[in-house]
């Protein structure tokens, strides 16, 4: 239907107002921390069964600029605080605040009250990682071992696995 506040119309911004990031409501240039933004917004839902801001676009789009949505009320309060942490700094009105890419995101996740019982990716991304030097893949293999360093940052398996790709390149 032509009135419903979803649709694009002709002039109008590309997106979902509920996710969009403060960059992209003011037509700037957006980056992968604009998506950090929209997975806040996303993950705020999961943990509130509501959106952070509620009303029209046009409200919505406002309240993205200028206000902060009620915070997050969990009964474990020392896992309420870090979730707090983690929405706030993923929803941050300036990119500069933001998490710089998702891995550091899954890090905080994992070093919050319980995080530890979340299912662990540095195992995954050494597989990945493995099989692309296997495949000779050598730079894909290294850009994997440095994700699990950016989860990891001292992770043996990574550093001597790069340290040994280095060598043959």
Same mark, same amino acid.
């Given at each position: 239907?032509?009135?419903?506040?979803?649709?694009?119309?002709?002039?109008?911004?590309?997106?979902?107002?509920?996710?969009?990031?403060?960059?992209?409501?003011?037509?700037?240039?957006?980056?992968?921390?604009?998506?950090?933004?929209?997975?806040?917004?996303?993950?705020?839902?999961?943990?509130?069964?509501?959106?952070?801001?509620?009303?029209?676009?046009?409200?919505? $789009?406002?309240?993205?600029?200028? !206000?902060?949505?009620?915070?997050? =009320? +969990?009964? %474990? @309060? &020392?896992?309420?605080?870090?979730?707090?942490?983690?929405?706030?700094?993923?929803?941050?009105?300036?990119?500069?605040?933001?998490?710089?890419?998702?891995?550091?995101?899954?890090?905080?996740?994992?070093?919050?009250?319980?995080?530890?019982?979340?299912?662990?990716?540095?195992?995954? $991304?050494?597989?990945?990682?493995? !099989?692309?030097?296997?495949?000779? =893949? +050598?730079? %894909? @293999? &290294?850009?994997?071992?440095?994700?699990?360093?950016?989860?990891?940052?001292?992770?043996?398996?990574?550093?001597?696995?790069?340290?040994?790709?280095?060598?043959?390149?």
């Amino acid at each position: 239907e032509a009135t419903d506040p979803i649709l694009t119309q002709m002039g109008m911004r590309i997106g979902t107002p509920w996710y969009m990031s403060p960059e992209q409501v003011k037509g700037v240039a957006i980056d992968k921390r604009s998506d950090i933004f929209s997975f806040g917004v996303l993950f705020y839902e999961l943990l509130t069964y509501q959106k952070p801001f509620s009303g029209d676009a046009t409200t919505v $789009l406002y309240k993205i600029l200028h !206000e902060e949505p009620e915070p997050i =009320r +969990l009964e %474990e @309060a &020392e896992l309420e605080t870090s979730l707090r942490k983690i929405l706030s700094k993923c929803r941050a009105k300036s990119p500069d605040d933001r998490y710089a890419d998702c891995l550091l995101i899954l890090r905080d996740i994992e070093s919050a009250p319980g995080g530890a019982a979340l299912p662990r990716i540095v195992p995954e $991304l050494l597989r990945e990682a493995e !099989e692309l030097h296997r495949q000779q =893949r +050598l730079d %894909e @293999a &290294e850009q994997k071992f440095t994700e699990v360093l950016g989860v990891e940052p001292e992770n043996p398996v990574a550093r001597a696995s790069i340290e040994r790709l280095t060598v043959l390149k």
